[in-house]
Nanobody, 117 residues
Framework: QVQLVESGGGLVQAGGSLRLSCAAS????????MGWFRRAPGKEREFVAQ????????AYRGSVEGRFTISRDNAKNTVYLQMNSLKPEDTAVYYC??????????WGQGTQVTVSS
């Protein structure tokens, strides 16, 4: 069983920063990509960012590009999301996910990020 443990959420004022971490552990597994998604109150879950494990190439949703940075530590099977210049509209539960092949099939429990205006 592979588990994802997220940390780093919290309450921050607009313009502030937070860093989310997600560590994968468990049985032997391969990683195709790891990513972050979020769900705001009353809205559908949406993609935020992902990083491909083989070459480290990132991808972002447009509204966070230039403010968020995703990175990884291969040795620790850990992915990070550095979030700068946070806005109230970034408030959501952030979920870490892992794709062993092409689709995200393992999910974390989520961590709350609240940005006050």
């Amino acid at each position: 069983q592979v588990q994802l443990v997220e940390s780093g959420g919290g309450l921050v004022q607009a313009g502030g920063s937070l860093r989310l971490s997600c560590a994968a552990s468990g049985r032997t597994f391969s990683v195709f990509a790891m990513g972050w998604f979020r769900r705001a109150p009353g809205k559908e879950r949406e993609f935020v960012a992902q990083i491909f494990w083989r070459d480290g190439s990132p991808a972002y949703r447009g509204s966070v590009e230039g403010r968020f940075t995703i990175s990884r530590d291969n040795a620790k099977n850990t992915v990070y999301l550095q979030m700068n210049s946070l806005k109230p509209e970034d408030t959501a539960v952030y979920y870490c996910a892992l794709a062993t092949r092409g689709n995200y099939d393992i999910w974390g429990q989520g961590t709350q990020v609240t940005v006050s205006s």
